[in-house]
């Protein structure tokens, strides 16, 4: 009987769904004058009736048949893309639909089938989803039937009894934001669970404060050589970073051969939305896994399961729209009032902000759901909504604050399918750094990091670099360093690229051609945030102090006399690896300590970040940070964001942990949690602590990157001869 009773209500709401889509399509066609569903003489209202019963019908049918085949053979196309075909996708089956119709009276223009047919699939689904939620009982039954049906499909047997784990990242939203935003009512689901059931814990990042060494830390147990978002590599030649497809491959490759097993997520785990796996078989938007070749990606199976509901699509697809609009309204209204700091924000960054925003959200929310629902035992999922808009509207403010509001409301839904479960959940909530505001340096000083670099050297640069008092400054003391005349003149640029090495040659390089000199390559400049990196490719090894002052005497003295630049980090032939900053300060690294020195104000752990950075392999020849009010709080990004991260100074060291009261503490009262891999190991011992996954050792790395490319141009790590690069994609 209770069998019947379910069918009957299945039916029940079928029929509903299609009455209603069946009164909407009327209403669009009287009033859209392109949308017909009569003849040219007029029909009764009983006969348009018909016309567009079998038309919502035929609708409903390729929606439930053909969508999900459309949706699979359009996966090769870019997410970004496939987010905007959505609508045009949904408006071509509806004129397919209108051609099924036997009295052949229906008719519209593409232009309003994309309208017509948006509009029925978001009432459809708003009908259906009222429906369910009137009826919980039946709700349950359904998705506990899911869930074992795909548990079957998966080959596993019933769902084990211990709890399992949901991670869900905050993407850059710090202690300090977290606590605010509960504080004013932004995250009532985030605010309940710290009034009753979780435990807020802060922990601090490593120098390189940014999602790819603390996710690959976090996941995989391991930030060592990962000195910056973007690095350079001299032994081969390339850029290596973090967010393209082959170096996301090589590093989550190094830190398995490093730590000897194959992540968090090894044993039935999942992992979405991430940068790196974390040995995890089930991956959905995972860049390591996107890089694979062949029928093992699937990575963009996220995706297919969720376009492949039509009325999800249009979902999307409309707040997709409207956050473009949200977007250019915001950043309309900031250069209108002009605010300050502020970066351009044309382009493709609404498209951008808004696939971050939402596709991503969406997608990321609806697999860690469903992997709920199928018992999976740790799930770790990366939402990256605030990260995206804090970098270019800032860590506070309005428009953050409609993120994290929107953020708060994904993590109800996915509390609420940890009620539908069929097992238990805990859910653990954490950020992988947070973001410090701050006008760039470029903003405030009229120049770039590369161009001050270029004019301590004594190298060219653009004009306007050239004329603004930190260009002026270096040039200066270029000629001075050189024994140059300190007026103009108009052979100083043309001369600008020889004379530095001139001046090195009589300084302990003899016995080279010009023609060498002149083919030496230019430092290679980076930025990660408010962090900086020089390297000087023609120079085997980290190059020395030393070194440096022969070939370009004016160099560190400029970038360390600069007032928006910290402190710089370089090696020593003499004293090892010094720390440099302002007034002629220089303090060996062994003697360095928190709060003193060039190190005053960026606050505690610092010198233990920096002496760590200091035994990476690919430390840059000179690492820069930018400098750090403590007052206000603010740092200069070498990049053009005005919040950021990356270095140290501010709020972007201060992550949090929100754990529940059910998992131990993740330290004692007197300690204190630093650095990613510290984190790892806590949720280690949580997976543990409820019989859940024994992380097994792999003796054979090539066998979890199985079908992983190598690193190479082809994927997207870039070779560099000779020039400065700077990528903004953080």
Same mark, same amino acid.
């Given at each position: ?74 996966? %090769? ?98 202690? !300090? ?107 959905? %938007? ?59 924000? &044309? ?56 993120? %994290? ?45 590369? /161009? ?31 024994? !140059? ?63 440096? /002052?022969? !070939? ?52 505690? &752990? ?77 949720? !280690? ?11 097994? %050792? ?28 700077? /990528?903004?994609?953080?």
């Amino acid at each position: 009987m209770g069998r019947w009773r379910t069918a009957g209500s299945a039916l029940l709401r079928v029929i509903v769904v299609w009455v209603v889509s069946t009164l909407t399509m009327m209403l669009l066609a009287g009033v859209l004058p392109a949308f017909k569903l009569t003849s040219d003489n007029g029909d009764s209202i009983t006969r348009v009736a018909l016309t567009a019963g079998w038309g919502a019908g035929a609708f409903g049918l390729l929606g439930a048949l053909v969508w999900p085949l459309v949706v699979r053979a359009f996966l %090769l196309v870019p997410a970004l893309v496939l987010g905007l075909l959505v609508f045009f996708l949904n408006g071509s089956l509806l004129l397919l639909a209108l051609r099924l119709i036997p009295t052949g009276r229906g008719a519209a223009d593409p232009e309003t089938a994309v309208i017509v047919a948006a509009v029925m699939s978001a009432v459809a689904s708003a009908t259906s989803t009222a429906l369910a939620v009137r009826d919980d009982d039946a709700y349950r039954r359904r998705l506990s039937r899911l869930a074992l049906r795909r548990r079957r499909r998966r080959g596993a047997g019933p769902v084990p009894t211990p709890p399992g784990i949901v991670f869900i990242q905050l993407d850059g939203v710090g202690e !300090r934001v977290l606590r605010d935003a509960v504080g004013q009512g932004l995250m009532p689901t985030v605010g309940a669970w710290l009034a009753d059931t979780h435990r807020l814990t802060p922990w601090r990042t490593d120098w390189s404060s940014q999602t790819g060494a603390s996710q690959l830390g976090i996941l995989h147990g391991t930030t060592f050589d990962v000195p910056a978002f973007r690095w350079y590599e001299k032994e081969s030649g390339e850029v290596m970073v973090s967010n393209r497809p082959a170096s996301a491959v090589e590093l989550q490759r190094r830190a398995v051969e490093r730590t000897g097993d194959g992540g968090l997520l090894t044993l039935d785990g999942a992992s979405r939305g991430n940068l790196f796996s974390g040995g995890a078989d089930q991956v959905a %938007l995972v860049l390591t896994a996107a890089a694979r070749r062949g029928p093992r990606n699937r990575s963009r199976a996220g995706y297919f399961a969720y376009f492949s509901d039509p009325a999800n699509a249009v979902r999307t697809a409309g707040s997709f729209v409207a956050e473009v609009g949200r977007e250019i309204v915001q950043s309309t209204r900031a250069r209108l009032r002009k605010q300050s700091p502020r970066i351009g924000r &044309g382009g493709l960054y609404p498209l951008i902000r808004a696939f971050a925003t939402v596709v991503e959200r969406d997608v990321v929310v609806a697999a860690v759901m469903g992997d709920m629902l199928a018992g999976r035992t740790a799930v770790y999922a990366d939402l990256v909504a605030y990260d995206e808009v804090a970098h270019h509207s800032g860590p506070h403010g309005r428009d953050t604050a409609q993120v %994290l509001k929107r953020l708060d409301r994904s993590l109800a839904l996915i509390a609420d399918a940890a009620e539908h479960a069929p097992r238990d959940y805990r859910v653990v909530l954490l950020s992988d750094h947070g973001q410090s505001p701050g006008e760039t340096f470029e903003s405030a000083f009229g120049l770039s990091l590369k /161009d001050l670099v270029r004019a301590g050297c004594g190298l060219p640069v653009p004009r306007r670099a050239r004329r603004t008092r930190s260009g002026a400054e270096a040039r200066y003391a270029v000629r001075v360093a050189l024994h !140059r005349p300190v007026d103009e003149s108009p052979a100083e640029t043309r001369c600008a690229r020889t004379e530095p090495f001139r001046h090195g040659a009589t300084e302990g390089e003899p016995g080279q051609e010009e023609a060498g000199r002149d083919s030496r390559a230019d430092p290679v400049v980076l930025a990660s945030g408010n962090l900086g990196l020089v390297s000087f490719p023609d120079i085997e090894g980290r190059a020395t102090r030393e070194h440096i /002052d022969r !070939r370009h005497p004016a160099l560190l003295t400029t970038l360390a006399g600069h007032p928006g630049i910290g402190f710089l980090l370089v090696r020593s032939e003499e004293h090892g690896a010094v720390v440099l900053g302002r007034d002629g300060i220089e303090v060996p690294v062994a003697e360095l300590a928190d709060e003193q020195g060039p190190l005053k104000g960026f606050g505690r &752990g610092a010198a233990d970040a920096v002496r760590r950075t200091d035994t990476f392999p690919h430390t840059a020849d000179i690492m820069v940070n930018s400098m750090y009010d403590p007052a206000t709080g603010q740092v200069h990004a070498f990049e053009e964001q005005i919040g950021s991260h990356g270095g140290l100074g501010g709020e972007q060291s201060h992550a949090f942990l929100l754990s529940p009261h059910t998992l131990s503490r993740p330290v004692t009262h007197a300690g204190e949690l630093v650095g990613a891999e510290q984190v790892h190991s806590v949720l !280690r011992r949580w997976l543990r602590e409820g019989q859940g996954p024994q992380i097994p %050792l792999v003796t054979d790395v090539a066998t979890l990157m199985e079908d992983s490319p190598p690193t190479g141009q082809a994927e997207g790590s870039f070779p560099v001869s000779g020039h400065a690069v700077q /990528d903004k994609t953080n």
